[in-house]
């Protein structure tokens, strides 16, 4: 618990503070977000804002998982041993945020709010995904199965490894996308992302503190998945953190940096927790999200050009029949933290339906 506590805390810490200093020297090098054209007019005023603030995100969630891990020896400190799992999330996080920093750096130096073209994005995602997939199961053990709260779905045989490997680059790509799609309001993918990473902080540390009845149907060890609760912990101190100076007016935005890398690192944290199928509930905004956007193309390839809604993703749509950016936030952070409030609670009466207080 010790250990949760000052991941968050030192991540939080170094996100705010550090945020500042990211901002000073992005904008004294012209480094902002280009913005839609045919976005909402209010959101002109943000053109030229710093961008690529997730690079923030991830070296201060990276700075608090380490730090935890840390112990003072007298004048000497001594870094704990680091478990394969949590190195596998915090990678896939950066690996994703490098992709993602790519997009940026394209938008920036063309000034358009197209970026890298999807094919490439795709292909860095797989090499993700593989990679993924390939360190769990070679080097934490994982089965390669469908998995709902905690659990494997031990009603649909084990996966060949190569099918499984698919899936989780379905996950990883779906989860980055849909995050990055969500990341169209001040402050509104931090603080949906922030909602879903403290429940999986809560339930990587259940499944450590209830060994006897988790450990036999899932590696990693417990010490590992409470090595998976620290990094929970420390990406949700570091989005708290970064909240600070991202909620409206934001002074900086996470960008495709940030996004993908938060969604690629809530899609891993679901393989080693085992709740696969569980993180389309506890991120169901992020889901929303993208499935406004699918609905919104479906519909305009389909029927002639009709649309479903003025603009995809859906926040975008509620600005235009006017609504305030700042209710949009605050009524879909109310449905983030009633997704994520109820994935917990599905979490939970799995396990007290499987005998787990017997």
Same mark, same amino acid.
């Given at each position: 618990?010790?250990? *949760?506590?000052?991941?968050? &805390?030192?991540?939080?810490?170094?996100?705010?503070?550090?945020?500042?200093?990211?901002?000073?020297?992005?904008?004294?090098?012209?480094?902002?977000?280009?913005?839609?054209?045919?976005?909402?007019?209010?959101?002109?005023?943000?053109?030229?804002?710093?961008?690529?603030?997730?690079?923030?995100? @991830?070296?201060? #969630?990276?700075?608090?998982?380490?730090?935890?891990? +840390?112990? @003072?020896? =007298?004048?000497?400190?001594?870094?704990?041993?680091?478990?394969?799992?949590?190195?596998?999330?915090?990678?896939?996080? %950066? &690996?994703?945020?490098?992709?993602?920093?790519?997009?940026?750096?394209?938008?920036?130096?063309?000034?358009?709010?197209?970026?890298? &073209?999807?094919?490439?994005?795709?292909?860095?995602?797989?090499?993700?995904?593989?990679?993924?997939?390939?360190?769990?199961?070679?080097?934490?053990?994982?089965?390669?199965?469908?998995?709902? /709260?905690?659990?494997?779905?031990?009603?649909?045989?084990?996966?060949?490894?190569?099918?499984?490997?698919?899936?989780?680059?379905?996950?990883?790509?779906?989860?980055?996308?849909?995050?990055?799609?969500?990341?169209?309001?001040?402050?509104?993918?931090?603080?949906?992302? !922030?909602? #879903?990473?403290?429940?999986?902080?809560?339930?990587?540390?259940?499944?450590?503190?209830?060994?006897?009845?988790? !450990?036999?149907?899932?590696?990693?060890?417990?010490?590992?998945?409470?090595?998976?609760?620290?990094?929970?912990?420390?990406?949700?101190? /570091?989005?708290?953190?970064?909240? %600070? %100076?991202?909620? #409206?007016?934001?002074?900086? *935005? +996470? =960008?495709?940096?940030?996004?993908?890398?938060?969604?690629?690192?809530?899609?891993?944290?679901?393989?080693?927790?085992?709740?696969?199928?569980? @993180?389309?509930?506890?991120?169901?905004?992020?889901?929303?999200?993208?499935?406004?956007?699918?609905?919104?193309?479906?519909?305009?390839?389909?029927?002639?050009?009709?649309?479903?809604?003025?603009?995809?993703?859906? $926040?975008?749509?509620?600005?235009?029949?006017?609504?305030?950016?700042?209710?949009? *936030?605050?009524?879909?952070?109310?449905?983030?933290?009633?997704? #994520?409030?109820?994935?917990?609670?599905?979490?939970?009466? $799995?396990?007290?339906?499987?005998?787990?207080?017997?």
């Amino acid at each position: 618990m010790q250990g *949760i506590l000052l991941a968050t &805390a030192l991540a939080m810490l170094v996100s705010l503070f550090g945020t500042p200093v990211v901002i000073d020297f992005f904008r004294a090098r012209g480094i902002g977000q280009p913005i839609r054209e045919d976005g909402p007019a209010a959101h002109f005023v943000k053109q030229g804002t710093p961008t690529m603030g997730g690079f923030v995100i @991830l070296a201060a #969630a990276t700075i608090g998982y380490l730090g935890a891990h +840390m112990r @003072l020896d =007298g004048f000497s400190v001594q870094l704990l041993p680091l478990s394969r799992a949590g190195l596998l999330v915090l990678g896939s996080a %950066w &690996a994703l945020g490098l992709i993602g920093a790519i997009d940026d750096i394209k938008k920036v130096r063309e000034r358009r709010s197209m970026g890298l &073209a999807r094919r490439w994005r795709l292909l860095g995602q797989a090499v993700v995904g593989f990679g993924l997939a390939y360190g769990a199961m070679e080097w934490t053990g994982i089965a390669p199965r469908l998995s709902y /709260a905690g659990a494997d779905l031990i009603f649909l045989p084990q996966l060949p490894q190569i099918v499984f490997a698919v899936w989780i680059l379905i996950m990883i790509s779906g989860t980055s996308n849909a995050v990055n799609f969500t990341d169209g309001a001040d402050g509104l993918a931090s603080g949906a992302s !922030a909602m #879903a990473l403290f429940v999986f902080t809560i339930i990587g540390f259940w499944e450590f503190r209830h060994p006897d009845f988790y !450990a036999p149907l899932m590696p990693p060890s417990p010490s590992g998945q409470l090595d998976i609760a620290i990094t929970a912990a420390a990406l949700l101190g /570091a989005c708290i953190g970064f909240l %600070w %100076w991202n909620a #409206a007016p934001a002074r900086i *935005i +996470m =960008g495709d940096t940030g996004a993908t890398a938060l969604g690629g690192a809530m899609a891993a944290l679901s393989v080693f927790t085992r709740t696969q199928f569980l @993180l389309v509930v506890i991120g169901g905004l992020f889901v929303i999200e993208i499935l406004s956007v699918i609905l919104q193309i479906v519909a305009y390839r389909g029927f002639r050009g009709r649309r479903v809604f003025a603009m995809a993703p859906l $926040h975008h749509h509620f600005e235009l029949r006017g609504w305030a950016e700042f209710t949009v *936030i605050v009524r879909f952070w109310l449905i983030a933290g009633l997704m #994520a409030g109820l994935g917990l609670a599905l979490f939970y009466m $799995h396990f007290l339906g499987a005998g787990g207080l017997d």
